[in-house]
């Protein structure tokens, strides 16, 4: 049974910072592409940024030098660092983990940038 927790979400002004963690389990970590997407209020989730199990990542253009996404395969973890965070980026933010393009999703975590 794959299943995911996941931690950090939270209200924060413009121009702070989080820290999202999502710990997976059922998984053989390692050879996951993890991801972390997004999805606020009357839109479509979309992806906000992906490390690949070769540790190649890439990012929504919007999130770019802002945000930083990062894994330990030693804690079975995925990690997005967001700074200098922008009401625009307020959203739920959900974990994925992807392998031959079958998808699990975490339960999501929600991020509020308001002042």
């Known amino acids: 049974q794959v299943q995911f927790v996941e931690s950090g979400g939270g209200l924060v002004q413009p121009g702070g910072s989080l820290r999202l963690s999502c710990a997976a389990s059922g998984i053989v970590f390692s050879i996951y592409n993890m991801g972390w997407y997004r999805q606020a209020p009357g839109k479509q989730r979309e992806l906000v940024a992906l490390?690949?199990?070769?540790?190649?990542?890439k990012y929504l253009d919007s999130v770019k030098g802002r945000f930083t996404i990062s894994r330990d395969n030693a804690k079975n973890t995925v990690y997005l660092q967001m700074n200098s965070l922008k009401p625009e980026d307020t959203a739920v933010y959900y974990c994925?983990?992807?392998?031959?393009?079958?998808?699990?999703w975490g339960q999501g975590t929600q991020v509020t940038v308001s002042s």
């Open positions: 994925d983990a992807e392998r031959a393009s079958i998808h699990y």
């Open positions: 490390i690949s199990s070769e540790w190649s990542t």
